[in-house]
């Protein structure tokens, strides 16, 4: 497997929307919980201590620890925002929902002539750093991540439904933005893992169970795409990202992983895949044999099935999967109401493989 280094046999993990936060634990999340030094410690705490007070007696982050902890992220939230924000796209924070980005619709001109963004000057990183420092001064350290986003999902905040026809009519044009982009995350991952040793955990939790030091490119959007326009257009700026950011991994949350296997498949040193719930796991399996594969349960389903539904569900993607050793489960943004039950139904169902397995 590369770099991965399994330390748990088939990792379980769990991330909740905003909303389930705020409207069953008051939880807010407006600007100052991403950056304001003091909220910031003080909310990673409470989450942590909810989380181990409602969960623990599943297993479910029982390493946790219950301390102030200089976390500069939020790594219980799935929040990608901070690289457009960094290129100038508003960003509206409200009290339970993730960060939202204004898409920036930049000009033709304006695209043509964009540049990879200097941190020193940008007043969003210079913000962040201020965060940085001021944990550091008190604890000595900081820890944590901060959802980095990834090329495509950015430049659709740039540029809006014309990065489409640009990677059409005009791909000259959709190069250097993805360029820029990629030169610019590349830098942003640089600083935040030389502070705190990781990028990613915010991105996706199973990989703190499989190697924290992972660092995982979200193509959200490439599910817009074709195979043919990801391998001829963003596979080279994937390739770069992934011989800069190694150990590597690709966040694909889309129904449709298993049409752009292939392409990923290309990417030497990518050992760790998100399979977005309704992608062909079996064919993912077969392209690549010998990844990891974290396989994503349906959030929206999460919560309405009954529980005998789910561990259903998560029976026939494992064994789907076959490679059990390499194979991850999720639930990702689960709104307020999901049942406790039917995430005990997930973790009882895995407990049962992890035994097969160590028969």
């Known amino acids: 497997m590369g770099n991965i280094k399994s330390a748990t046999l088939l990792p379980v993990a769990f ?9 069953n634990h008051g939880l807010c999340f407006e600007r100052d919980f991403f950056y304001d030094p003091d909220i910031r410690v003080e909310a990673d705490l409470q989450m942590r201590k909810i989380l181990q007070e409602r969960f623990g007696k599943y297993g479910i982050e029982q390493d946790t620890k219950l301390e102030t902890l200089p976390c500069i992220g939020a790594t219980y ?24 980005v ?3 619709n930049i000009t033709d001109k304006e695209s043509d002539h964009i540049e990879p963004l200097y941190l020193s000057e940008n007043k969003t990183f210079q913000e962040l750093k201020k965060l940085v420092e001021k ?44 360029s820029t982009i990629a030169d610019t995350i590349k830098e942003f991952v640089n600083y935040v893992r030389s502070e705190t040793g990781t990028s990613s955990i915010s991105v996706n939790r199973t990989i703190k169970y499989i190697d924290p030091t992972i660092n995982l490119h979200s193509n959200c959007s490439v599910v817009m795409i074709s195979p043919e326009m990801y391998q001829d257009l963003l596979l080279e700026f994937d390739r770069n990202l992934c011989e800069s950011l190694q150990p590597y991994g690709i966040h694909h949350c889309g129904n449709n992983m298993h049409i752009h296997a ?15 719930w309704g992608s062909d796991i079996s064919a993912c399996r077969k392209i690549l044999p010998n990844a990891f594969l974290n396989l994503r349960y349906d959030p929206a389903k999460m919560r309405l099935a009954k529980p005998d539904e789910v561990s259903k569900d998560i029976r026939e993607m494992l064994n789907k999967s076959i490679q059990l050793e390499k194979t991850g489960i999720c639930c990702i943004n689960m709104g307020y109401d999901v049942p406790d039950e039917n995430i005990l139904a997930i973790v009882q169902t895995v407990a049962e493989y992890r035994l097969k397995i160590l028969k």
């Not at 991330?15 to 705020?22: L, M, R």
């Open 15 to 23: 991330v909740f929307h905003p909303e389930w936060w705020y409207k």
């Open 262 to 276: 292939s392409g990923y498949a290309r990417l030497r040193g990518a050992n760790f895949f998100d399979v977005g």
């Open 77 to 100: 939230l799935a929040a990608g925002y901070i690289i457009s924000e960094m290129f100038g796209c508003e960003i509206i924070f409200s009290k339970d929902s993730s960060p939202q």
């Open 135 to 178: 944990l550091k001064n008190k604890y000595g350290y900081v820890i944590g991540d901060i959802n980095w986003q990834g090329v495509l999902n950015v430049a659709l905040d740039l540029r809006g439904e014309k990065i489409f026809i640009d990677m059409v009519q005009n791909q000259t044009r959709a190069r250097r933005l993805f």
């Open 102 to 104: 204004i898409t920036k």
